[in-house]
């Protein structure tokens, strides 16, 4: 029973975090849990109503811009925190990306949406020869650190 | 034990039956379904391509894809959410995967938002990304931050394994936490620590990690992570990063980047790509340089550059750059976009060495929606006798309802892969809710 030990340490460790939460918990108001404006279609850019820094959102709006910089960066951030990219985005909205297991390529369910940043254009069955040999860590970021039965499907 | 979310064709009504269970759970969870804030999207995808077999025969395939994600906020007048994703594949014709079906349950948990401090406490299946992690769960996640800006973080439970394959062995047990720095608008430093148990490559899962986000003057940030893998005693991965983001329109970024084969791949690295008969060593060490600038030229012309300087310790592959320039205008109130990108790989080893080019426009005029994309490269080394691989993907679209679109793609493919392929797909999006409010 090898799960009953680390579990018991988390639940512990929730329980006093909840038990001692109300007080020690910082009085700073989260982030909304969901944006209170409805947002326009295409790619919204905070800065054209927010400025600087939101109560509660803790990064400055201008780190969180869209930008090319930010999106291939997109996952330094996540790691920190994910409050703020929750209040525009669903909560199943990583897992466009982020599935491991899912059969459609993201650009084959965003083919209406070219704008997207979607990985894997074209017949990628090619291209991946040359991204595994000289980047395969950048496999990693999606296909996670199990996942190599998917290489295994071919590569027998 | 961890689990696998592989849906086979022996349990044909399993994910059904799980999505109808999960979509009731709020309703018996609160106490006052009333006041919940309901949301749904259905994503439906039906596609339809052949291919041809060797021996001459040729199969037809028309898998249907169904997306669901639901959300229900604010359940009973708290600030308790349940939310829920999943997908699943019906083929109409040949089968597409392993199976006529599939499906995957990838997410559904119960969620607490504390109203202050950004305190939260996730229950159930979940995709988490935090510190050393990015893993999908079955546990218990909780986060909370204390008035002086230090907080933690912990997680526990079994680690699902999403494989495409049935029978991947999973680890046992997955747990671990972050203790954090933050100062809003100024800094947030964390380390944290990750251990799954299991047989991967003889040994558990053991990663420790730290995070740097400083904001050293209003336009200057940098960034960092580290990982060091205690169960192979090395450094997994680094990335650190100097970002100049004076406003809303001009953004670049510098910096530097590692991993090792051994240390980040511990457990995926299949033993078909250590033989000595293929190129990838698992000793072999990645370094890079990189570059990025996003800059909004006038109002909506964006001009992005990027450049990555890889070096690999091992001749093979050896060293390469990859350089990437291109423009994107928005029109139509942002709503549309028309881009031009071009991009170039040089390395020591002429198989790694291609072109890229891409353009595509969308345009929306009133309730309908086209777009075209087209890419094309060209290799400097022949893959499977050819140099040369394209794409087209053109979309038409309308918007039947504000709740309801529809569109259609057709997709023609010409690569080592393909001589000569056209595949088509018809999309439907419902979106739902109770709520107003921005969910993109």
Sequence with gaps: MTLRAPLAAVFGAVLIALLSGCSAVSQTPSVPPKHPEELSAGRVNCLDCHSDVSTGALKPYATVRHSRVFIDAHGAYARQGQNLCSSCHSPSFCQTCHTRKDEMKPNEKMGDRPDRMAPHRGDYLVTHRIDGRLDPGSCFRCHGNKNDVRCRQCHK | ?440
């Design chain 2, 1 to 440: 034990m961890g689990r696998s979310t592989t849906v086979a064709s022996s349990g044909r009504w399993r994910l059904p039956s799980a999505v109808a269970v999960f979509l009731l759970l709020p309703l018996l969870v609160a106490g006052s379904a009333r006041a919940a804030d309901y949301s749904l999207s259905s994503n439906t995808y039906l596609r339809y391509y052949e291919r041809e077999l060797a021996g001459g025969n040729k199969n037809t395939f028309a898998p249907l894809y169904e997306y669901l994600s639901a959300d229900a906020a604010n359940l009973g007048g708290t600030p308790v959410a349940f939310h829920f994703y999943g997908w699943g594949r019906v083929d109409l014709a040949d089968p597409s995967g392993s199976g006529k079906e599939s499906g995957d349950l990838g997410s559904a948990y119960l969620e607490y938002l504390h109203p202050k401090g950004n305190a939260q406490l996730k229950l159930g299946r979940f995709f988490l990304a935090e510190g050393v992690a990015v893993e999908t769960l079955d546990g218990a996640f909780f986060k909370v931050t204390t008035p002086l800006g230090f907080g933690i973080s912990g997680y526990g439970g079994a680690p699902v394994e999403q494989s495409i394959l049935d029978n991947v062995s999973p680890g046992g047990s997955l747990y671990g936490g972050r203790l954090f720095f933050n100062r809003s608008g100024a800094t947030e430093i964390g380390v944290s620590y990750l251990k799954e148990k299991g047989p991967f490559q003889g040994k558990d899962r053991e990663l420790y990690g730290g995070d740097l986000w400083l904001r050293v003057v209003p336009a200057v940030e940098i960034t960092g992570q580290a990982t060091y893998n205690k169960s192979t005693r090395g450094m997994a991965s680094q990335r650190y990063a100097l970002r100049i983001v004076p406003g809303g329109r001009f953004d670049i970024s510098g910096g530097y980047e590692a991993y090792s084969y051994k240390d980040l791949f511990q457990t995926a690295l299949h033993p078909i790509f250590i033989s000595p008969s293929t190129p990838v060593d698992n000793a072999d060490k990645v370094k890079t340089i990189f570059g990025v600038l996003d800059w909004e030229v006038v109002s909506g012309l964006t001009l992005e550059l990027a450049a990555k300087n890889i070096r690999h310790d091992k001749e093979n592959p050896g060293k390469a750059n990859r350089g990437e320039a291109g423009i994107r205008y928005a029109f139509n109130e942002r709503k549309d976009v028309f881009g031009l990108s071009a991009a170039a790989v040089t390395s020591d080893r002429e198989e790694n060495e291609y072109q890229e080019f891409r353009g595509f426009v969308s345009f929306s005029p009133s309730k309908f929606r086209f777009s075209i994309d087209a890419l094309t490269q060209q290799f400097k080394k022949e893959i499977e006798g050819k140099k040369r691989a394209h794409q087209v993907v053109a979309s038409a679209g309308y918007k039947v309802r504000p709740y309801l679109s529809v569109s259609g793609d057709l997709t023609y493919t010409q690569s080592s892969t393909f001589q000569q392929d056209y595949a088509g797909l018809v999309r439907a999006t419902l979106e739902l809710g109770t709520a107003t409010g921005g969910t993109k």
